[in-house]
């Protein structure tokens, strides 16, 4: 086979075939090196833990300090918030706290060395959790299954804590009770000033006593104006009595008074009678304060003082015949002043409530809007209460659902990779020392055949001048 002539296929196949012992011999010698290498390496011991996160207190509610009316709506989902707990894992804080517990000698290190520590620590560790799912794994590899069980523990011991911090404001709680008392503080001022005001005023409702007062208002205004027309029809009456009377002969008038059935001092008598009689009614009915007693007491009075004189000359006659009708008319303008000095009183009495009504219109309003706060704040406040009990109890949407295991086996997946690792390299150099001696052995074969042409050369006369150039370059190769 010529040394210039390409390799087929073939070629290699009975190359590998010639020189299998060679080949062989070095995947031997990897396997044997891969299988010392595993045993002098230090073994490595993995612990794993698991934590369940469920929908909670933290990831439901919102800060006890925000106003939720005004809160923005965002929409965070599950594997959001899966997320942010890796990274909340991942975090250098929490991983130098387990590194330290776990490593107890690296608290003395020096700067540079606690980083290089710090970053074989990291890589020793697993947290990872898989896809549509709430369990998050937490894995940490060690020399020894006491290091890499207390790394696992130690970063889930320190993630729950952190997680029941990070998810409560710090402080709330103590900040809404102090609004809440200051709140119920001002409200019961506020209170009393309400009620200290309608006690001034006498008053159970504004709207109640204003609809009275305009009610009774309304009534005397009727009554006035009713008395008005009575007292000017009565006025009108006694006018046209006295042109009448004033035209009638003495002893017509006489007549009228004494003796006769038309007698007037006995109609004046009868009158009377039915005057004290209706006053006695009005005595049971009405209290002596009242218009209409105080109008038909001016009757009575006014046709008793008539009476007094039993020979009147003739105005003492006109004025017992017209003293009805003056009688009426006193207990009309008598009935008239009464209702005039009610309605001013009741008046002055809807000026004073309009007076009082904006006081307390204004006292009520604030008592409104310090109720409205305060029922805001004693809220606020009972949902950071429960925040801090939830805390003090240590209880959380995350559950560890498997703690941190003491792993008694070493990992078993390293040692069969390295050896798998080893085995490829001892096949691969089995083949490059195959073509590395076959290329050798075709090198030293070309080698002898030129020394054995020289020779051939140098023996054998030289013909021509060619072949004296030809020999002399085979013999420089």
């Known amino acids: 086979m010529s040394s210039s002539q390409t390799l087929t296929l073939w070629d290699y196949f009975w190359v590998l075939y010639r020189y299998k012992l060679r080949v062989l011999a070095v995947m031997i010698l990897a396997v044997i090196l891969g299988y010392l290498w595993t045993l002098t390496t230090p073994k490595v011991f993995e612990s794993e833990a698991k934590l369940f996160v469920r929908v909670g207190w933290e990831n439901a509610g919102l800060d006890p300090t925000v106003n939720k009316s005004d809160a923005v709506a965002v929409n965070i989902t599950r594997e959001t918030e899966i997320t942010n707990m890796l990274e909340h894992l991942r975090c250098r804080p929490i991983l130098e706290r387990a590194m330290d517990i776990a490593m107890p000698d690296a608290s003395k290190m020096t700067p540079e060395s606690r980083e290089l520590a710090f970053e074989s620590f990291k890589r020793r560790l697993s947290i990872t959790s898989p896809k549509q799912s709430m369990i998050i794994r937490i894995g940490s590899k060690g020399d020894t299954p006491e290091q890499a069980f207390k790394a696992a523990h130690a970063l889930t011991t320190i993630f729950m804590e952190d997680h029941l911090l990070l998810s409560r404001p710090a402080g709330s709680f103590e900040f809404l009770s102090q609004q809440t008392d200051r709140l119920r503080e001002e409200l019961e001022t506020a209170q009393q000033e309400l009620r200290d005001a309608k006690n001034r005023g006498d008053l159970a409702s504004i709207q109640g006593r204003r609809t009275a007062l305009e009610s009774q208002i309304n009534s005397l205004e009727t009554r006035i104006n009713e008395v008005t027309a009575l007292l000017s029809a009565a006025d009108a009456k006694m006018l046209a009595l006295k042109s009448s009377i004033e035209s009638l002969p003495e002893p017509l008038l006489k007549q009228m008074m004494v003796g006769s059935p038309n007698d007037g001092l006995a109609a004046m008598r009868d009158k009377l009678f039915q005057l004290q009689t209706h006053q006695a009614e009005l005595k049971a009915k009405y209290q002596p304060s009242h218009p209409l007693y105080i109008a038909g007491q001016a009757q009575v009075d006014e046709m008793s003082s008539v009476l007094k004189d039993e020979d009147p000359d003739r105005e003492k006659i006109i004025e017992a015949i017209c003293a009805a009708e003056n009688s009426n008319q006193a207990g009309l303008r008598a009935q008239k002043q009464s209702l005039q000095s009610q309605l001013t009183a009741l008046r002055k009495e809807l000026a004073t409530l309009n ?34 009990a939830l805390l003090k109890d240590k209880i959380s949407n995350v559950h560890v659902i498997q703690p941190a295991s003491l792993p008694v086996l070493p990992l078993s997946s390293q040692r069969a990779m390295t050896l798998l690792l080893f085995l490829v390299c001892g096949v691969v150099g089995g083949v490059a020392v195959a073509l590395i001696s076959d290329q050798w052995n075709r090198h030293v074969k070309a080698n002898e055949r030129s020394l054995d042409s020289v020779a051939t050369t140098r023996s054998s006369p030289p013909r021509r001048l060619e072949d004296i150039v030809n020999a002399t370059s085979l013999r420089d190769c």
């Open 355 to 388: 007076d009082y009504e904006i006081q307390i219109s204004k006292s009520e309003l604030k008592v409104r809007h310090l109720e409205t706060q305060y029922v805001n704040y004693a809220k606020k406040a009972e949902d950071a209460r429960i925040d801090n």
